[in-house]
């Protein structure tokens, strides 16, 4: 088995404020797990905890039901991938695949058999001959992969592998580890990245982490779950903001009524009300709230509670375009078709649904909906 448990984990450098505090998760036997947030959010810190190449200032960790603390990185049972390739450059792609078995004393004919299996999985059987010199970054990338995967272990550790690569061969990678992750039986599957599709596309479960102050205040995980769960159900604006390309648009508020559709919301520099399907028992009328909706629910055109805007640029991408507007309230983002013609200063009026919207209060956190609501949800969405 190869779960991964970390229990009150905290890490302070020095006497600085923490970058890990108060963390706990759980992670399945062939569950793939990203680590994801901002920069100096301590998710890179966190894998190193993991793998034994980092001591945690207090707190456990166990793999396969094995207390870890003080174990050596080389006692875990674990394989990381690091940004850097850090391949042999004096070794051929055999040599630098084979060269962990050989430490192991490894009989020479099974290190043949797994590097060549290795290398037939991420279509490097060709190239086995060449010095890494000679091969792409992409090449070079599944070259660290493979000679990770020839140890078998039972947690794979990702660091960043990606972001030395250009965008097509980082999609290219990225559907070759989900591709990879389906055939390592019961190994989990531990991977670091800033990167939101990334994360969105490979993961079963997401750690967003917080940063900074945000760590020190609240805890270091914003928020665990599956990749949609966080982008339909962010518990905070920080959640919201984080998951999403582009990001969620926000506008700031007051509290306008409380009422049995949802709570209004009044714009703050206009007179604009927009009514949000969430449940407003904590609310108190003329209370500051934000209220979010994504480019990709937004409408062009409508006739129900509509947002006044005027054009600013429009970014056309082929399949779909972002159109860039300003408000009295700020500026927005709407996902529109790919084919949509709208001039620069063009007046529109935006639709915004009422089911699309989230509401977060003056700490951030986001309202839910009632049972009430989601009904009225689904009634709208289907209409």
Same mark, same amino acid.
Request: net charge neutral.
């Given at each position: ?133 000679? =091969?792409?970054? %992409? +090449?070079?990338?599944?070259?660290? &992969?493979?000679?990770?995967?020839? @140890?078998?272990? *039972? ?127 904590? =609310?108190?009328? %003329? +209370?500051?709230?934000?209220?979010? &909706?994504?480019?990709?629910?937004? @409408?062009?055109? *409508? ?81």
């Amino acid at each position: 088995m190869s779960a991964i448990s970390l229990s009150n984990i905290q890490k302070t450098f020095g006497a600085n404020a923490p970058v890990i505090r108060n963390l706990n998760l759980e992670i399945g036997a062939h569950e793939f797990c990203v680590f994801l947030g901002p920069s100096g959010c301590g998710k890179s810190t966190l894998l190193r905890i993991v793998a034994g190449l980092e001591d945690q200032t207090d707190g456990d960790v166990t793999i396969g039901g094995r207390l870890m603390n003080g174990v050596p990185a080389a006692g875990r049972g674990v394989a990381m991938v690091f940004q850097s390739y850090a391949l042999f450059p004096h070794m051929s792609v055999y040599e630098n695949m084979a060269f962990g078995l050989k430490l192991a004393k490894t009989p020479k004919a099974e290190v043949d058999r797994k590097v060549r299996e290795a290398a037939r999985v991420l279509q490097l059987d060709t190239l086995l001959e060449r010095k890494p010199r000679q =091969l792409s970054g %992409g +090449q070079r990338q599944r070259v660290a &992969i493979g000679r990770a995967i020839v @140890r078998e272990p *039972g947690v794979f550790l990702f660091d960043e592998p990606l972001s030395n690569l250009d965008a097509a061969l980082r999609g290219q990678t990225r559907i070759e580890i989900a591709r990879l992750h389906q055939r390592f039986a019961q190994a989990s599957v531990v991977y670091v990245t800033h990167d939101q599709i990334e994360a969105m596309t490979l993961a079963d479960k997401i750690v967003l982490l917080h940063a900074g102050a945000d760590t020190q205040r609240l805890g270091s995980i914003a928020q665990i779950g599956a990749p949609l769960e966080l982008y339909h159900r962010p518990r905070s604006r920080f959640v919201a903001g984080f998951i999403g390309s582009p990001r969620m648009n926000f506008l700031d508020g007051e509290v306008d009524a409380i009422a049995q559709d949802g709570v209004h919301v009044r714009l703050e520099r206009s007179d604009t009300t927009l009514r949000v399907l969430v449940d407003g028992a904590r =609310l108190t009328r %003329g +209370q500051p709230v934000t209220l979010g &909706i994504r480019p990709e629910h937004i @409408r062009l055109h *409508g006739d129900a509670q509509t947002l006044a805007v005027r054009s600013l640029i429009t970014e056309q991408l082929g399949e779909h375009s972002y159109v860039h507007v300003e408000c009295a309230d700020g500026t927005l983002i709407a996902k529109a078709p790919g084919d949509v013609s709208i001039r620069n200063g063009e007046p529109l009026a935006l639709r915004v649904p009422a089911d699309a919207c989230h509401l977060f209060d003056q700490e951030g956190l986001a309202l839910t909906r009632t049972a009430a609501t989601e009904t009225q949800a689904v009634a709208l969405h289907m209409s």
